[in-house]
């Protein structure tokens, strides 16, 4: 089972991966979010828990939640996704259910993994 702790720091690391693509500083991002560059350097470093965060986060950074989740499933299994695609599906939907029961927020999920036609 993965930790709490791992989980966390892997968000983290995508938020900072996501940042330097877009070019941005940790005090740009900060004034996109309205927080103090310290609060990034946290989020970058410890990680977050907060849905609501990674979502404002998205929501700035111009992506989907979807792509920073599949970020998130990519990084923890090394690069690779070892997990079928209804595997993959489900742990995605399960762990955004989570995040939003720990905010108090009312939600249904429902992801849909295009896999290629094989020839």
């Given at each position: 089972?993965?930790?709490?702790?791992?989980?966390?720091?892997?968000?983290?690391?995508?938020?900072?991966?996501?940042?330097?693509?877009k070019?941005?500083?940790?005090?740009?991002?900060?004034?996109?979010?309205?927080?103090?560059?310290?609060?990034?350097?946290?989020?970058?470093?410890?990680?977050?828990?907060?849905?609501?965060?990674?979502?404002?986060?998205?929501e700035?950074?111009?992506?989907?939640?979807?792509?920073?989740?599949?970020?998130?499933?990519?990084?923890?299994?090394?690069?690779?996704?070892?997990?079928?695609?209804?595997?993959?599906?489900?742990?995605?939907?399960?762990?955004?259910?989570?995040?939003?029961?720990?905010?108090?927020?009312?939600?249904?999920?429902?992801?849909?993994?295009?896999?290629?036609?094989?020839?």
């Amino acid at each position: 089972m993965i930790s709490d702790e791992e989980i966390k720091k892997t968000i983290g690391s995508i938020m900072k991966q996501i940042r330097v693509e877009k070019g941005l500083t940790q005090d740009q991002v900060a004034a996109k979010l309205k927080c103090d560059r310290t609060n990034i350097v946290q989020y970058e470093t410890k990680g977050i828990s907060g849905v609501h965060t990674i979502l404002n986060f998205c929501e700035v950074m111009g992506i989907l939640p979807g792509e920073f989740f599949a970020r998130f499933s990519m990084q923890l299994s090394g690069g690779s996704v070892l997990l079928s695609p209804t595997r993959l599906k489900e742990r995605l939907e399960q762990g955004c259910k989570e995040l939003c029961a720990q905010e108090g927020i009312r939600c249904n999920i429902s992801i849909t993994i295009n896999t290629p036609a094989r020839s």
